[in-house]
């Protein structure tokens, strides 16, 4: 007998009964089955695991009810089907509702029948375990310490609160600029935290349009506007035990941030058009490129609503900060690409990783890994040499060169684009601009004074 036979215990106290059901479950060749005249037996062989157990509701030294509850005590992922008289029906029904899998009356076509709901349960069981499976690929996909990739220190800084935020329910606010991984992150701490096995609703709220965000977030009755045609689930419901994620939070209308506040307190929402309102549970993490700080100063968010959502800030840095991280990723986006396109790997020139090294990647990892895929497909040899390498976005200096401003102003804003490209290293920026330290720190003196 297999390794992966279908384990099944039968137990029945008459004679003929029990080998019919015995030669009726064996002419699967995959089932594995053992037969017992009374529960008391039964029981004492619990250890072995079966995954079914076709239950006689009248036995010598256990009542069926008794049975079923002290095999569902043992372990609940038994399955137990009811065997029973005419007369026991409602008494199998109460069982049912208890948890049974089916019961089954002894009637003449007793062994169609039972075929039939194995049939069914083998099918349910296979789905279950490619459920497991597949649940298994998501969490293993997102391992924060495999998926989220680097060694410098802004991302180890990262792990450390991806580690805490996994280990409880505490609203998260990931930031950081476009491209840099927000949802990634978002993921990584649902599938590895308590609600890993429930659902994960992403909402991007820039790429809604205002009048359908309410009805996304809340859902709507029938007939409450023109084109609602049915009732529609919202996100919050959809969520229900598991993770909300709301992306972009920065761009949602004010005019909806106060419900979105009123669902946060009191956990509950209203569908649009309805009247009755829904419970609802769900972690929350939202993500935005935005200065939320700025943004409540500005006007544009509330701040009731930015203290309801701060939790713990999460913080992503930008990759043009994560120094070495770039060689990193680079090599990995090459090697998921080589294999997911059954191509060999192609390796970087010290000259292509340098020429990497010197971007400042305004659009983060998305565009390293546009650039990397790129890369694989022009290289020609088995290395990838600079000329490879393509960058779509301007340079800092040809964005600002776009605008009008004074000569100053000018100053000021190439200034600021190389301390903030070289994490504030005045040293550094004035090697790179080839002007005095004394000169840096004067204009930027005088920049504070004349804002005063």
Not at 29 to 48: C, I, Q, R, T, Y
Request: proline share 3%; net charge negative; with cysteine.
């Amino acid at each position: 007998m297999s390794d992966q036979s279908f384990k099944i215990f039968v137990v029945e106290d008459d004679d003929w009964y029990r080998k019919l059901l015995v030669h009726t479950l064996e002419l699967n060749p995959d089932h594995s089955v053992k037969a017992f005249a009374d529960g008391e037996s039964m029981l004492k062989e619990l250890k072995e695991k079966p995954q079914l157990v076709t239950l006689d509701f009248r036995l010598p030294d256990y009542s069926g009810s008794d049975l079923f509850d002290k095999i569902k005590a043992y372990d609940p992922s038994i399955e137990v089907i009811i065997i029973s008289e005419q007369q026991d029906i409602e008494t199998a029904i109460n069982l049912l509702k208890k948890g049974a899998y089916d019961y089954l009356t002894k009637t003449d076509d007793i062994r169609d029948r039972l075929i039939h709901v194995l049939n069914k349960l083998d099918k349910n069981k296979k789905l279950e375990a490619r459920v497991e499976s597949l649940q298994e690929e998501v969490e293993k996909k997102y391992e924060f310490a495999t998926n989220i990739i680097g060694q410098s220190a802004g991302i180890k800084r990262v792990f450390n609160l991806i580690d805490k935020a996994i280990k409880t329910n505490i609203t998260v606010m990931i930031t950081g600029e476009t491209g840099t991984g927000k949802e990634v992150v978002a993921k990584s701490i649902h599938y590895n935290g308590k609600q890993k096995t429930k659902p994960f609703v992403p909402l991007n709220m820039s790429a809604i349009p205002k009048d359908l965000v309410e009805s996304e977030l809340f859902g709507h009755e029938k007939g409450s506007f023109t084109g609602a045609t049915g009732k529609h689930i919202g996100k919050f419901e959809q969520a229900q035990g598991g993770t909300l994620f709301l992306d972009e939070i920065g761009e949602m209308d004010i005019s909806l941030q106060a419900k979105l506040l009123r669902a946060l307190q009191e956990k509950e929402i209203t569908r649009v058009g309805g009247s009755s309102p829904i419970k609802v549970n769900c972690r929350v993490i939202v993500a935005t490129h935005r200065n939320l700080q700025q943004e409540v100063k500005n006007g544009n968010f509330r701040e009731d609503l930015y203290y309801r959502l701060f939790g713990l800030p999460l913080e992503l840095p930008p990759l043009r900060e994560r120094d070495k991280d770039v060689i990193i990723l680079a090599k990995h986006f090459a090697e998921t690409f080589a294999h997911e396109n059954d191509e060999e790997l192609k390796s970087f020139s010290k000259e292509a990783f340098q020429k990497l090294m010197n971007y400042p990647f305004p659009g983060n990892i998305r565009e390293l890994k546009s650039i990397v895929e790129l890369a694989m497909v022009m290289a020609d040899g088995t290395e990838i040499l600079p000329d490879d390498i393509t960058f779509a976005q301007k340079d800092v200096l040809s964005d600002i060169l776009t605008e009008e401003m004074s000569m100053r102003e000018y100053q000021m804003r190439i200034i600021h684009s190389y301390l903030k490209k070289y994490n504030d290293d005045i040293k550094m920026v004035a090697d790179k601009l080839d002007i005095g330290q004394s000169t840096i720190y004067r204009l930027l003196k005088e920049e504070k004074e004349s804002s005063q």
